[in-house]
Each structure stands twice: as C-alpha cells, then as structure tokens.
C-alpha cells in the first residue's frame, strides 16, 4: 500500500461506480452487512443501528483511489458505533490481496488534535 500511495499512479473518486464489480463484490465477501453508497443514496443511508424501513445502505463512500490493479478505498459504516474503515486491494493475475484497517471517525481525529493543540504540555512540569 506504501508504494501505491508514495508512487501516486492512481485516480480519485467519490463514485461507487468507480469501483469494479470485482472489487465490490470481494468487500462484501468481506463483509456480509456491507450495504455502500456514494453521494446519490444519501437519502436512504442510515449509520445507526436503529434504521427504520426505507434505509437501504448502512456505509457512505467517503473515497476510492485507484489505478489498474490496486484499490484504496476509504468509508464510513454505521451499525454499533460509526467507524471508518480503509481496504485496500491489490489484484495481481489470480492473486488478491486485502488489507483492511478500521479507523476512529474523522471528528474524533479532529476534537483529539483539537485538544492537543490547544493544550500543550507544559514545559518542565
């Protein structure tokens, strides 16, 4: 993943058809629950595990980047507890390979470097 994120021979995207067939269907071989959408589906996203009927996704694409044979993509799920999640798949003949990290949400990323920021350590104490 290193060097397909160093190298930057890759595309961006926030549209999930931009993501293969191949490769949606090995997220969901991944994960059973996995219902994706990007920006045209927001009205039947749901993120909380308490959806009522007429929610269809339970995932919002945030980003793919992506080039021939290697796949970064980047989502919020919802369920217990909203987390972003980051597969990366790299295609190689018959070969696939899939890391998967699951990531705090972004606004607990932020109010943590808010904090920090704001509050630095004291010196010599």
Request: charged share 25%; aromatic share 10%; proline share 3%.
């Amino acid at each position: 993943m290193e060097n397909f994120l160093t190298n930057k021979n890759y595309k961006y995207s926030d549209k999930k058809a931009d993501i293969p067939n191949v490769v949606l269907s090995l997220m969901k071989k991944s994960d059973r629950t996995l219902k994706i959408t990007d920006s045209k589906g927001y009205d039947s996203l749901c993120l909380s595990d308490d959806c009522n009927d007429g929610f269809i996704y339970n995932a919002k694409l945030n980003f793919v980047l992506y080039s021939e044979s290697e796949y970064l993509i980047c989502y919020t799920k919802g369920g217990v507890g909203v987390h972003g999640v980051i597969d990366y798949y790299k295609i190689e003949k018959k070969t696939i390979n899939l890391t998967k990290n699951v990531i705090p949400p972004i606004e607990d990323t932020v109010n943590l470097l808010s904090r920090i920021i704001s509050n630095p350590r004291s010196e010599g104490k």
